[in-house]
């Protein structure tokens, strides 16, 4: 696992290639994990049940409250997208053949609002987990009395920290029956059926599969081993594909997945988790709601069934347990001979080929319908499943328990060199010193102690994000003050200057002008920029950023005490200007420019190109620096024309005549200003596509298509689509968001 992705004092008791395994309390190995950090919690808990497990079940009565202290660090370490599904098995009431309602009136007092005592978690749906093998229980009721049927189904909840978590169903498809391959070939008539439902034209489209319902389904007699499949009975076929669609119920014994595991445990001697995980369960909530390399936690890891499925489908995981025989244990899914429980994700496919053949394969009429002189939408079938507009993703400077109202940025950076290199001592100190007046209301010492804790801890991650201090090498527990830091210091008697020197260093090394220019863009829309909607804002610049997180409030009030903002969102450009040296007209330049463009500068800003250089060596620099792709044949017209224009650089030709090539380049004196670099560096990766990018050749589209950089990839398939369009002697308008397929606005 690598070391960048969590760091806990604590040694892992095994790693893989993924994930790690840790043996303790989950919740103080919980403390440790910053705020925002996890992708999904996926686990089963220890049940209320009737009769006490060996494992450490609650009785019901204790059950919620014992679990809400857990739920309040889920809360805290769940990123704003991110998913809890917890397995929790129902339960009867001691000597009556009643249901109990304690999971109901768990799920209630998470959901509650916080403002009504609850943690404010939303109900994004209920699953249900259908285990055929489940024994009949309580059996005085079921196999005795015969007064109640077997009980099958655990509810699984999945909640959520906002009402839109990150989820994808496509992901989580289940193949077509045969009557729905049947009815994609041969068609069917779009009518009103005899059942109510209107069947359109839309209905033969052919997504792929059909979306799973919410009855999880992983029973060994499916041989496919599909995830999602239904538990329905004989409806309509015609219907069958909208009635399963993904459905909420999970089938799976959890037997099959364990035998390895089992047998491993009967070999060593070693007494196997008495309540496994089976493996359809986390394959369909990490498949729902994880991306490849998000981060999944265990907190009741057991035998780490959740962690043995995230490493088959490359996410990463932590798992804590704290008995050390199930842990110990848990390390035999991770055999080399071990089964991979889920099959692994396919490999990549190229892409070049696939579009390539998607092209000779499409009929002359495919891509038009005849509505002369309208604007149209054109949905192009091999990017319903490719995000075209993907791009490298961008962090926004964390900034969380730093506000400018409560530090003085003097004083904080003495602090920092005071208590160098310890961080652990840093954050003591932040903690006695701005933090110890917190919670001191509460009656209980030790909670108003953690909290205050978790504050010193997020205001030094804010440091370290505001590059005020740094890691000593791989050492998260080392640290170091930044140059930045000691300018700040030595202007300390000078409070506008100090003011000054940090506001110049968010604009141009931190994320402080994308912060300006998405403000710019909501006044200029005449909308009002409150923080979800900057928070959005940034979000369709590329960030990865909750719409509602405070780190934009952050940023903005040191900004502020500068002078950048003369009212809460008003932007005074000339503040910006004389900190920066550039005219507002030169920044929205800088802006216009594609990243191969900003990267070949940043190449010969670098180099300090000041005298005239053949542009293939800077070129030749750029693609080992920045690890971009440039053209080749296009190069002079795509980079050099477009920054001649903008007076960045001057251009020699090296040969006389006609057809001569300008293949010598020097800097401006214009791009040779001191902070140039530094912008160019912070805004490098965002992008919008432009004319220069769409008079690309084709051929060079189609090799783009294979590039290892996921936004030359990414921006290739645009072009792909627009040169499409191009056939079709319609004009590319501009590309339509906020949609979950990509669709292009056209006009004749």
């Known amino acids: ?107 209630i007092e998470l959901c509650k609002p916080t403002d009504k005592g609850g943690l404010g978690f939303f109900l994004a ?13 309580p059996a005085e009721w079921v196999t005795v009395r015969r007064e109640r049927v077997k009980d099958a189904v655990n509810t699984v909840w999945w909640l959520s920290k906002q009402p839109h978590p990150k989820a994808n169903n496509k992901r989580v498809l289940r193949p077509y029956s045969d009557a729905m391959k049947n009815l994609l070939k041969n068609g069917y008539d779009a009518k009103l059926r005899p059942s109510g439902h209107d069947i359109s034209t839309k209905f033969g489209n052919d997504r792929g599969g059909a979306i799973p319902p919410n009855i999880i389904n992983g029973q060994i007699e499916n041989s496919n081993g599909n995830i999602g499949s239904p538990v329905l009975a004989g409806f309509d076929w015609l219907l069958l594909n909208d009635l399963a669609q993904p459905v909420n119920v999970i089938s799976a014994s959890n037997t099959a997945s364990n035998d390895y595991y089992q047998r491993r445990c009967k070999q060593e001697g070693i007494k196997s988790h008495p309540a496994r995980f089976p493996q359809a369960l986390p394959e369909f909530a990490i ?40 842990i110990s244990a848990s390390k035999y899914r991770f055999e080399s001979n071990a089964p991979l429980v889920v099959d692994p994700l396919p490999s990549e496919k190229n892409n070049k080929e696939k579009v390539l053949e998607v092209l000779q394969s499409l009929p002359d009429n495919r891509l038009l319908s005849n509505r002369p002189n309208q604007h149209q939408q054109l949905s192009l079938p091999f990017l319903e499943d490719i995000d075209p507009m993907e791009q490298r993703q961008l962090k926004f400077t964390y900034g969380h328990q730093f506000e400018s109202e409560k530090f003085s940025l003097p004083e904080i950076v003495q602090l920092c060199i005071d208590c160098a290199p310890d961080r652990r001592e840093l954050q003591k100190q932040i903690a006695d010193r701005y933090f110890s007046g917190h ?28 590059q005020l201090v740094e890691k000593i090498g791989d050492d998260d527990w080392a640290y170091q003050v930044t140059e930045i830091a000691n300018e700040i210091l030595q202007a300390k008697d000078d409070p506008q200057t100090v003011a000054s020197i940090f506001a110049r260093h968010i604009l141009t090394n931190l994320t402080g002008m994308s912060l300006l220019k998405a403000i710019e863009a909501i006044n200029t829309r005449g909308d009002k920029p409150q923080l979800e909607v900057i928070g959005y804002e940034l979000q369709e610049m590329g960030y990865s950023l909750s719409p509602n997180a405070i780190y934009v409030s952050t940023m903005r009030k040191w900004l502020e005490l500068a002078g950048v903002f003369e009212r809460e969102y008003e932007i005074n450009w000339d503040t910006v200007s004389d900190l920066l040296g550039l005219d507002k007209d ?129 921006k290739a398939l645009e072009l792909l689509a627009i040169w499409m369009i191009r056939l079709t002697s319609l004009r590319f308008t501009k590309w339509r968001k906020h949609i979950s397929n990509p669709v292009v606005s056209l006009s004749r």
């Open 1 to 107: 696992m690598e070391d960048s992705v969590i760091a806990i004092k604590q040694e892992p008791y095994y790693k893989t290639e993924f994930g790690a395994a840790y043996l303790g309390n989950s919740l103080e190995l919980m403390k440790e994990l910053p705020e925002e950090s996890i992708d999904l919690i996926c686990t089963s808990p220890p049940f209320a049940l009737v009769r006490k497990k060996e494992y450490g079940n609650k009785d019901q009565h204790e059950y919620i409250e014992w679990f809400l202290v857990f739920a309040k660090e889920f809360q805290r370490i769940l990123k704003p997208s991110g998913s809890l599904v917890i397995d929790i098995g129902g339960s009867w009431l001691k000597g009556y053949p009643i249901r109990s309602l304690y999971h109901f009136e768990l799920v």
């Open 125 to 137: 749906q209920e699953l249900y987990w259908y285990n055929p093998a489940k024994l009949p229980t």
């Open 287 to 326: 498949n729902l709601c994880t991306d490849k390399n998000d981060l999944v936690l265990d907190p009741f890891a057991g035998s780490n069934m959740t962690g043995r499925v995230a490493e088959t489908l490359q996410r990463h995981w932590l798992a804590f347990e704290l008995d050390e025989s199930y």
């Open 439 to 466: 919670s001191k209301q509460s009656s209980d010492l030790a909670k108003a102690l953690e909290n205050i804790g978790k504050l010193s801890m997020n205001c030094f991650l804010s440091l370290r994000a505001y």
């Open 586 to 714: 030169y920044v929205d330049e800088l802006y216009t420019l594609t990243p191969q463009q900003k990267y070949f500068l940043l190449a010969m800003i670098h180099l300090d190109i000041q005298v005239l250089t053949p542009w293939n060596k800077v070129k030749d620099y750029s693609t080992s620096t920045y690890k971009i792709r440039l053209p080749s044949k296009s190069f002079v017209k795509d980079i050099i024309e477009p920054l001649v224009a903008l007076d960045l650089i001057e251009t020699e030709k090296t040969t006389g005549g006609r057809g001569a090539k300008p293949n010598s380049v020097k800097l401006t004196d214009k791009a040779r200003a001191e902070l140039v670099s530094r912008l160019l560096s912070s805004i490098a990766d965002l992008t919008e596509i432009s004319q220069t990018e769409l008079n690309k050749a084709f051929e060079d589209v189609i090799n783009d298509l294979d590039s290892e950089d996921k936004h030359v990839k990414g």
